[in-house]
């Protein structure tokens, strides 16, 4: 398996993509950040991995005590470390707010842009928090089998490419076509995902399955942006379609709200409308991969505001209540169902299977 990269495909393959143009905002030091409450729900399955352990929601009220007892990471990653005491902090619900400092200030240390008191980019930091998470474990896990031995010395190369709970996750494969136009010569390329950063096609109104089939629609390629074709050996214009080859359990939708040409900047503040349950991605999946085809929709992180200022809020599904609720900085309010759809949406978290009760591993 490739390895995770804060790289990996949020945007088409074929198009110049800076994650520092699409500007939109939140404040470093914001206490319970969106991205790491809508990350919640889904890494309570990192129980399984020994490390990385969260309480869920819903301990004290099944009468359960529950005192963490987190497997730390030694020192592979003082990111993961805070990470998970920021988890753990959360989902006990012994205090009516976490602030995130700590950890704040350990990813800090490995990339000083969110050390600035400026405004950043969720979806950025979703990829970064990701990348580093799946980074540390990958090392946690390699270093735990060469101490126990537990392969044969051949195998032990193939460890460089283990996966994480992140990637068995989060990661999804996009199969794109390639056609010349010219010699009708048809090839394939494959590109790891962890966001999709969908086109907005409408400036008032739209669906997220207008703005799915906006991203798979088929497109040429022409003048500037023509493919070099081996058959033809010259650039030629170019038919490009992609689909999903592998769909992940947890898929993240990025809505490309922000748009700059040239000097001109933007948001798009289009109504979107995306449902709560039963999301269809038949249309966009290979036959073959059709495993999941419907996801429920399970986190929003939310922005108001522009390009010059604004606020992150996030809505989040208890997985075992079923209820929603509204997370804006020290404030936490359940919300009816009707009011999870909003205009502010900007990322979009869905699942194909419903998250599990995290059990705390105990020593025997």
């Known amino acids: 398996m490739p390895s995770y990269s804060v790289s990996a495909a949020s945007h088409r393959w074929w198009n110049t993509f800076s994650l520092e143009s699409t500007l939109p905002l939140f404040k470093s030091k914001t206490i319970c950040h969106p991205c790491s409450r809508a990350l919640t729900p889904a890494l309570q399955d990192a129980v399984r991995e020994g490390t990385l352990w969260s309480p869920y929601e819903g301990l004290n009220q099944l009468g359960e005590a529950a005192v963490p007892q987190i497997p730390f990471l030694g020192d592979c990653s003082e990111v993961a470390t805070a990470f998970a005491y920021v988890m753990t902090d959360m989902w006990l619900g012994d205090s009516d707010c976490v602030s995130p400092e700590i950890f704040w200030s350990a990813f800090g240390k490995l990339y000083p842009a969110f050390m600035k008191k400026t405004q950043q980019d969720a979806q950025e930091f979703l990829i970064y928090v990701l990348n580093e998470l799946h980074e540390t474990l990958k090392k946690y896990h390699r270093r735990r089998s060469y101490e126990k031995r537990s392969i044969p010395r051949s195998c032990r190369k193939m460890i460089a490419n283990e996966s994480s709970i992140i990637t068995r996750l989060f990661e999804g494969q996009l199969n794109y076509s390639i056609i010349c136009l010219k010699c009708e010569n048809c090839t394939y390329k494959n590109e790891v995902f962890t966001v999709l950063s969908l086109p907005i096609p409408s400036k008032y109104e739209c669906s997220l399955q207008d703005c799915l089939q906006c991203f798979f629609q088929q497109d040429t390629l022409a003048w500037d942006n023509q493919i070099y074709c081996s058959f033809c050996e010259t650039k030629q214009e170019t038919a490009v379609k992609a689909n999903i080859s592998k769909a992940p359990k947890i898929i993240v939708f990025h809505l490309k709200r922000f748009d ?85 949406a900007y990322l979009l978290f869905y699942s194909c299977q419903p998250f599990s009760i995290p059990i705390q591993k105990r020593k025997s």
């Open 260 to 344: 700059i040409l040239g000097t001109m900047k933007r948001k798009l503040r289009t109504d979107i409308h995306y449902p709560l349950t039963n999301l269809d991605l038949t249309p966009y999946i290979c036959p073959i991969f059709r495993k999941h085809p419907k996801y429920n929709l399970c986190a929003v992180v939310n922005h108001s505001g522009d390009l010059d200022g604004g606020h992150y809020t996030a809505f989040c599904k208890n997985s075992v209540t079923h209820a929603w609720y509204n997370f804006d900085d020290t404030r936490v309010s359940e919300i009816p169902d009707t009011s999870v759809q909003t205009a502010t």
